[in-house]
């Protein structure tokens, strides 16, 4: 029987927390959830010896244990509950050999809860250039622990990491002794002013505890990271890099994705089609054809374009650029009542706002946090895509028109252009309205340049992808197993005799005509035709009618379900095998047998996409990140009402 | 004089600063009265500050700068 031993990672942020993580994990790794609140939870499972194995947790990066956000009071939490779940055996501290100092802050209030504390001490591979030397022995004498020196770059030092953990009962349990109980039980100091004699103390234990036995040559190698800095964050050509970067990741984003997208497109259409024809007929296959195929491939649609930019995304941070865009670009986000920090998000944001607004909790102003959620569903996230694709190709003649730009191109660049500028928009108006006090703290640590770790990105483009297909996915398909019911079932005799009504009426019809007209006799007669059919007067002034009105109403859980509404709805009401594409421009207006999708029809309907907030994950993200209902709804109908009269005055301008 | 009024190269010494007005990461992370900063650079429109506090590079509102009295060396 071998044994489990609880190891909790730690680490301040850049040190390579992750990469030990992965190093010691591999794929045996998983992300939960804290009960209650929205931090992952990562652990993993690793063999130490033969007989004994443990099981990982790596906590949220953290400068100290002085909590201040809901990720660090998690690390506190764990560490320091005898009776939490995941109270550790062994605690790791990971430190970055290059600035000591600091990581041993945090190393010194760990030791001090009197946990077993191993200290990590990473980047070894860095130490030979950077002329660093260490004394361990003396090191482990003056910290009162066992000290492994790794590299999980190169992978050196990890067995012997795991031998001080596997022999952690031989770990002295002293504390360092530095916390100066006094300083906390002085009434005349408040919390922060008691932290910070706290930190002072710690500071001064850290500088004689290294101070002969941690030895720097100073003017080595420092000219690579300042020479960099120079051109990445020069005041034309800092800029000029940012934007062609963003340009360039847009464009691949594009390319790239649009062929896996296609090839899973034409897979669950087949899958669909193979239910159809091979299951045994009934309500159940129908469920499956029409209702649970297409919504999983709703999803499965999305991930290409979200695994890519994660991608991207997570190199841009690895390297360390990430930062240098940030201390770029606050000035000019501050006008806005936004933090050079809300960078992050909005780029996110055009992927999906889920990921994003959580990448909105780094901000340390309130206001600007605040702000920055409130807006960031504002950029074209993925999902308005297969929307605007559909819509376009409809109404938008071909051809080219601007600079040799291909019209649908150029139009999808202004949607794109018009979200952004809708987000910043409304950021100047919450800033000048909301009446928030909060200082204007910014600290951001502006990490080594390095070249990004493959198995570091390879991990968090598959944790972000696996978090956006359960967490976003439960509900469009619940949402399009409900949609289907709502459309195959109907109140009243209308539907339920549907047949013999249409067959009294139409009783000149060849059989097939029939059929077709049945069917959508019944989609009219459902419970949601009849719904559709009781908000159409709000939205006829739109340039819309009841059909459009219920792919409306559905795609309020979320964006894209407005085309397999569609699909549904048109699929649902004829039989011929003609696409969605070609059936939509089919469709005529009873009275005037006018095209449904004109042109006036079509840009109010992108531009109402492109404001309203139909997504019901991101209300429940917003309200978890704000704690409450009130700005969620506020959101949720100031973006929906704004969306609902730009539509209503481009239809009526251009009608 | 503060970090604020310190140009692109400058080092200096820490004195002082309340502790109320500047976050405590920013404390955590090295800024605390005897040790060194020096001013690496500025962002382009003169805000944020890029420092080097006691071996951490980091990046600091000029507002917050202005808080932390220095003694140029």
């Known amino acids: 029987m071998s044994k489990l031993l609880n190891i909790a990672l730690i680490g301040n942020p850049n040190t390579g927390k992750t990469s030990l993580f992965n190093t010691l994990t591999g794929l045996n790794q998983k992300v939960g959830n804290y009960p209650g609140i929205t931090v992952d939870k990562k652990t993993g499972k690793c063999k130490l010896s033969d007989t004994i194995s443990a099981e990982i947790i790596d906590l949220p990066g953290t400068y100290s244990l002085n909590a201040s956000s809901e990720d660090e009071n998690i690390a506190v939490k764990v560490l320091s509950e005898k009776g939490n779940v995941n109270y550790p055996d062994i605690v790791v501290v990971i430190a970055d050999v290059e600035n000591l100092k600091r990581n041993l802050l945090l190393y010194t209030q760990v030791k001090d809860l009197g946990l077993p504390t191993v200290l990590a001490i990473n980047m070894q591979d860095i130490m030979a250039s950077k002329g660093i030397s260490i004394d361990i022995d003396a090191l482990e004498n003056e910290l009162n622990t066992k000290i492994a020196l790794i590299s999980t770059k190169k992978n050196i030092g990890i067995a012997n990491l795991k031998e001080i953990l596997v022999a952690y009962k031989s770990i002295p349990l002293v504390p360092c002794d530095v916390c100066d109980t006094s300083i906390l039980i002085d009434k005349s100091l408040n919390k922060k002013q008691q932290q910070h004699k706290d930190t002072v103390k710690r500071y001064q234990f850290i500088k004689i505890a290294l101070e002969n036995n941690y030895k720097v040559e100073v003017h080595r190698a420092k000219g690579f990271r300042a020479k960099l800095d120079k051109v990445l964050t020069h005041r034309v050509f800092g800029y000029l890099i940012f934007f062609t970067i963003l340009f360039n990741i847009f464009q691949a984003l594009f390319i790239w994705s649009e062929y896996p997208m296609e090839l899973i497109d034409s897979l669950f259409a087949f899958l669909s089609d193979w239910a159809k024809g091979n299951l045994p007929a009934g309500g159940f296959t129908r469920l499956l054809s029409e209702g649970i195929i297409p919504g999983i491939g709703g999803i499965v649609i999305f991930i290409p374009q979200i695994a890519f930019l994660f991608l991207f995304l997570s190199i841009l941070e690895e390297t360390g650029y990430m930062s240098r865009v940030v201390f770029l670009m606050d000035k000019i986000m501050r006008k806005f009542g936004l933090s050079g920090k809300s960078v992050v998000p909005l780029i996110s944001g055009t992927a999906c706002a889920i990921p994003a607004i959580m990448a909105a909790r780094n901000i340390e102003n309130w206001k600007e946090r605040l702000i920055t959620i409130l807006v960031t569903p504002f950029t074209t996230c993925a999902a308005r895509l297969p929307v605007y694709a559909i819509i376009i190709s409809l109404v938008i003649p071909k051809g080219n028109s601007f600079l040799g730009m291909n019209n649908h191109a150029l139009v999808l660049m202004s949607l794109y252009v018009l979200g952004f500028a809708a987000a910043i928009l409304s950021a100047y108006i919450l800033n000048k309205t909301l009446k928030i006090k909060s200082k204007s703290y910014f600290v951001i640590e502006m990490p080594n340049y390095k070249m990004p770790l493959f198995k570091n990105v390879f991990y968090n483009v598959l944790d972000k992808t696996k978090a956006f297909v359960y967490g976003a996915g439960k509900i469009i398909l619940a949402v399009s197993i409900l949609l289907w019911v709502l459309a195959s079932y109907g109140p009243g005799k209308e539907f339920n005799q549907a047949e013999s009504i249409v067959k009294i009426e139409y009783a000149h019809l060849d059989e097939n005509t029939l059929e077709s007209k049945i069917a959508s006799y019944k989609l009219e007669h459902s419970y949601i035709g009849t719904f559709g059919k009781f908000i159409e007067p709000s939205i006829k002034p739109l340039g819309y009618d009841w059909k459009i009105g219920i792919a409306l109403l559905t795609s309020f859980a979320a964006r894209e379900v407005f085309v397999g509404t569609l699909a549904t709805i048109y699929s649902v009401g004829s039989e011929d095998e003609a696409t969605l594409m070609e059936k939509m421009k089919k469709e005529v207006h009873l009275d005037t047998m006018k095209p449904v999708f004109d042109f006036p029809t079509g840009i109010s309907l992108l531009l109402f996409y492109a404001f309203a907030m139909q997504c019901m994950s991101t209300v429940a993200i917003v309200k978890k990140e704000t704690n409450g209902w009130k700005w969620p709804l506020i959101q949720m109908f100031g973006m929906t009402i704004f969306a609902y009269l730009v539509a209503l005055v481009s239809y009526q301008v251009l009608h | ?73």
Do not use: H, W
Request: proline letters at 4%.
């Open chain 2, 1 to 73: 004089m503060t970090i604020a009024d310190l140009i692109e190269g400058d080092k200096a010494i820490i004195t002082s600063f309340i502790v109320d007005e500047i976050p405590l990461k920013l404390i955590e992370m090295g800024c605390i009265a005897g040790n060194s900063v020096e001013l690496v650079q500025s962002a382009p429109l003169k805000d944020p500050l890029y420092l080097n506090i006691n071996g951490t590079f980091l990046a600091i509102r000029k507002e917050t700068a202005s808080q932390i009295l220095v003694k140029k060396i």
